[in-house]
């Protein structure tokens, strides 16, 4: 149950729909998407725009019946930043679109500019948490960075992820948070 593989062409929907229970409850995430029908429908095609390109590069990984995921951006891959800001700018209340761009703005600003793996998102089906599912995704995608010789970087979007991320090698390197925003926490991790 716990082999670490690669998602299919065909679990791409899957994968996604798995990342959507993941961050019902994520502090930043629902902050951009509070409405329950503007999650439910902005949130996967979010997901697509940000962190897609994983499944084109064979570097989103599941395990099991596709509990968990992760989806790693190699170097140089980059997310769909104009799909991304359309989609956020869609939904939010006027006090949360208030804040968005400097949010945006703030994340954009302590990306890594140089060469490096990103790890836009990792998520569990909440049922399935607790059992360790994350964390072997995160060591399997840590080999691979690792053997490239680059470091990690992700934004951690809880105290609990940024406390998990932290356990496997990534250190805080700021805080974001614009507004009323909640806070996120970048991270970098480097190879070993």
Do not use: C, K
Request: proline share 9%.
């Amino acid at each position: 149950m716990n082999s670490v593989r690669e998602v299919l062409p065909v679990e791409r929907e899957r994968a996604i729909s798995t990342l959507t229970l993941a961050f019902a409850s994520d502090p930043v995430v629902r902050w951009v998407f509070s409405d329950p029908l503007a999650y439910s429908t902005l949130w996967p095609p979010f997901i697509e725009a940000f962190a897609g390109r994983a499944f084109d590069n064979g570097t989103a990984y599941t395990v099991g019946r596709i509990l968990a995921v992760t989806l790693w951006l190699p170097p140089r891959v980059g997310s769909d930043d104009a799909s991304m800001l359309a989609l956020a700018f869609d939904s939010p209340e006027d006090s949360v679109r208030a804040d968005l761009d400097g949010f945006f703005e703030q994340m954009g600003h302590v990306h890594p500019s140089f060469d490096h793996w990103y790890l836009p998102l990792a998520g569990v089906d909440p049922p399935a948490q607790g059992r360790g599912l994350g964390s072997t995704l995160l060591r399997h995608g840590l080999e691979a960075v690792d053997q490239s010789g680059l470091p990690a970087y992700l934004e951690a979007t809880s105290p609990r992820n940024r406390d998990l991320y932290a356990r496997h090698g990534f250190e805080e390197i700021g805080v974001i948070q614009q507004g009323g925003s909640p806070p996120m926490w970048p991270m970098l991790r480097q190879p070993r």
